[in-house]
């Protein structure tokens, strides 16, 4: 069952039911029994045909509304929407925050290529920033062999204006760290252009030990990450449903610091 509070956030974001003449075709399944049923998916990596009968909504159903709600961008309105409200409460902490990647095996479809690091094989890339409790800030997905420098700059603009407790919107963090993939000069002076300190580990000439006491909480929320199964390998050809469910997981992620 879908928590209350994070159903009442999700009422808030996805699209109002089509409208259907008074007789015509089956009863449509309730949303919440739908987004329970993703969710399901989303943590326990079964099929969409392995849905258990309790969940209502066949396997079948909860891929079609899945789809709708990914083409309506529901699941990184809701990731914000969560983001707002851990903002208000002033659990984010934008002193250090930390960017990195994983690399997952993936069968066919776009954004996937050679993973330099298991031998050669097909496999995609899940992008991160986190604030400095680890909470995910901005995702995203590329091919295995995409440099991890390519996507710096897609994320620090992929984080969204968030809420603070006290004053405006804010999305840009104090500090990012990072490790060595990052350390070219073009992304610390785009960086520091945008009033952002920066901390990342030199090729060659630095160990990334010191750097690990402040990044190990973004490879932390990779580890948090892996306890949506649906995340461990991409079975997905369309990367926009593969991005949905990394979104899933970190709002599921972000939920639990609401809740705790």
């Not at 919107?169 to 920066?198: A, N």
Request: proline residues 7%.
């Amino acid at each position: 069952m879908t928590p209350d509070d994070l159903w009442e956030l999700f009422e808030r974001v996805v699209p109002p039911a089509p409208e259907r003449p008074q007789g015509v075709g089956r009863r449509r399944h309730g949303d919440r029994e739908v987004l329970a049923a993703i969710i399901f998916v989303a943590t326990s990596g079964c099929t969409w045909n392995q849905l258990p009968p309790g969940f209502g909504p066949s396997g079948v159903t909860a891929f079609r509304r899945f789809t709708e709600w990914t083409e309506a961008r529901v699941w990184a309105k809701l990731h914000r929407l969560v983001l707002d409200e851990l903002g208000a409460q002033g659990e984010l902490d934008w002193s250090r925050c930390a960017i990195d990647s994983v690399s997952v095996r993936a069968l066919k479809g776009r954004l996937t290529g050679p993973n330099p690091t298991d031998r050669g094989k097909n496999g995609s890339k899940i992008h991160l920033i986190v604030d400095r409790n680890g909470l995910p800030l901005s995702l995203g997905v590329s091919a295995a062999n995409l440099h991890d420098s390519q996507a710096l700059i897609p994320l620090v603009r992929g984080i969204p204006p968030i809420r603070s407790r006290r004053g405006p919107r804010r999305r840009r963090p104090d500090k990012l760290h990072g490790d060595r993939g990052y350390d070219y000069p073009h992304l610390r002076r785009w960086l520091s252009l945008r009033q952002i300190g920066h901390r990342i580990a030199r090729r060659g000439t630095e160990s990334s030990q010191r750097l690990g006491r402040h990044r190990w909480v973004v490879e932390r929320t990779v580890s948090w990450l892996s306890g949506c199964r649906r995340l461990h390998r991409r079975y997905e050809r369309n990367p926009e449903h593969f991005l949905a469910f990394t979104a899933i997981a970190a709002t599921l992620i972000c939920h639990r610091r609401i809740t705790s």
